[in-house]
């Protein structure tokens, strides 16, 4: 959808312009105040002739021009026929204030698919209903319901948030700047995810943030990130719907549902998307990334302490929000020997001590070095500024970082205070000025300074998503003989196996196979064997592969009635090793999604798993299963054997590629337990739901 008339509009009406306090006063006001251009400003009230010296229309339709946009400050029931007005003068573009839509319930939600029709007939780029509207501080637009103190807030940072009070907050900011800001409200016929393109694509937003509810254009919010991801932009998404409650507000809030939680950060993790945990990150990391003159290179930060303490506090810090410490090279190390007093300490975190704090040569030195050093990626400045009160030391040490920062080679330069209150006005425009993020105290800078750090570090390999064409209302379940045999026709390595349905098959096929045996009821019907008693291990003989078959056809008579029993299924017994999962979810939005993690019966209870959409490269699947709190198992925990990861990668990239060829026909599958052992891995059991109908199989 064009959205140019909507944000970018050359000419504007305010409907319901005021004087008196409310949207159309409170709106009115701020275009006056905030705006570049007021020369195709049109003001329209019947009831009014002139508002704030500037004539008053009595209908859009006696403006003499064209309008791009009108900004509707009037009651729910005159929204559609003044967008009937607007369309007759060539509108693109409509903000709606007004409530009483989807949020309200059913009879609200049916007046907003009105809305949605009659603004998609007219082809009008709808904001809203139940927004605040938005600012443009690029060409000075500012169409915003709530009323702002008069100061400079335009920037680089392109907000768009679902809820309006969000975007007061980011307004309210003394240290933020905007390209645009954005409350999406409602999300009529211009959803979120077309605001996020819009500010993906566009050239005066450097950083995009966004607080979210709902998805309703997956494929376009993966488009747009992978859009993002080969720009190098950074996205930062908070997203709430994590707890039951969140998703319940959600809904009452903007009448859009949570998509789930755990498969949309799949997504963000693959393309770099960066997710909040809360506001006071989402503000921060945007932030950062609005002042920060250029990328670093790399993840390997080298912190610099005027004491001991901070010194011992920001080790701590940097190793709970997995910063890594870069090493100096043996000369740096050397050099900074020369610089530092005898009780100062050249390691990482760098106690430079205060003597070097006051001294604006000796420091410009030493970040010389530092940055000087190919280990190193990034700087990190983390100083206990006295607060509220703009010292000697902290003016000497912002002197210096805008000093290094105008050579070139100098190295990313970030600063963490390490108490609140403490970041003096002088010091944060200086280091603004010298493109230093002068990041949030304690605990909050740290973590912002890991995701700055982990969005430099990755690497965006273009991967086509295998989004289904469609998803079938039907679908069945496979035996696990048919699931595995599934597997091996689409290049899966699986075991040797049989089907047996009497004594005689069952002998015969042990033959073949070898003993000793695993023997499992054959059957579409039961997922959970063990349950019913339908599992016999480590067969080792006819007379007791016989036995096996009569036990376990009869516990599934009685445990299962009803269930299809359609004899045994043998299978040599594997190799034990660590027991892993490996499955696959058909998202209705985002298409098949792969997840591993630690198998057998400790699934549901550890719930030690990752996710990421189908399909995966090599290096993606190591990174997965990296991730595993279970990962030091398969690297030889205690003593036990190193485990041949790589062919555990191997075979989940493989699942991910037969899981996007068969994106129209895979629902869901199981592959538990997966043995991984120091020689291979081994599949052991599946599970396969496809979609259709099982009367026509």
Sequence with gaps: MDLRKLLKPRSVAIVGASE?????????????????NLDHLYFVNPGRDEIFGRRSYHSLLEIEEDVDLVILCTPQKTIIPLLQDAARKKCGGAVVFASGYSETGEEGRIRQEELVEEAN???????????????????GIFAYAFLVEERDRSGNIGMVSQSGQIVLGGLDSSVMGFSHVISSGNSCNVKVEDYLEFLVEDDDTKVVAAYIEGVTKPAQLAATFQKAAQKKKPVVILKIGRSGKS?????????????ADKVLRAIFKRYGVIEAGDLEELMGIANAFSWLAELPRGKRCVFMNVSGGEAGVTADLSEEYKIPLADYKPETREYLQTLVPVYGSVNNPFDMTAEIGYNVPVMCKAIRAISADDQVDAICIAYTITPEVWDVTMFRMVQAVSIVREEPGIKPIFWIPFIEHSRHPESARMLKEAGVPLLPCGRYGFSILHQVLEFAAFKYEKIEAAIPDCHPA????????????????????????AVAASHEEAIQAAKTLGYPLSVKIHSADIQHKSDVGGVKLNIQNDEELCRAFDEIMENCSKHAPGARLSGVLLKPMLK????MIIGVNNDRDFGPMIMVGMGGVFVE?????????????QKQAEKMIQELRAYPLLNGYRGNPVCDKEALADLLVRISEMAARNKNVIKELDINPVFVTEDGVAIADALLLVYGDEKER
Excluded at 479 to 490: A, P, V
């Design 605 to 617: 209870l550890f719930k030690d798993v990752q996710l990421a959409p189908a399909p995966l490269t």
């Design 474 to 497: 039907q679908s069945y379940g496979m035996s696990e003989f048919e699931s595995l045999s599934f597997l091996e026709k689409q290049g899966v390595p699986i075991p040797p196996q």
């Design 247 to 259: 998703q319940e507000l959600a809904a009452s809030h903007t009448g859009s549902l949570s998509g």
């Design 121 to 139: 007939r007219l082809g009008i780029a709808v904001m809203g209903p139940n927004c605040a509207g938005f600012a443009n501080f690029i060409d």
């Design 20 to 36: 008196k306090a409310g949207f159309g006063g409170d709106t009115t006001r701020n275009y006056l105040k905030f705006s570049k």
């Design 576 to 579: 034990p090793g660590v027991e």
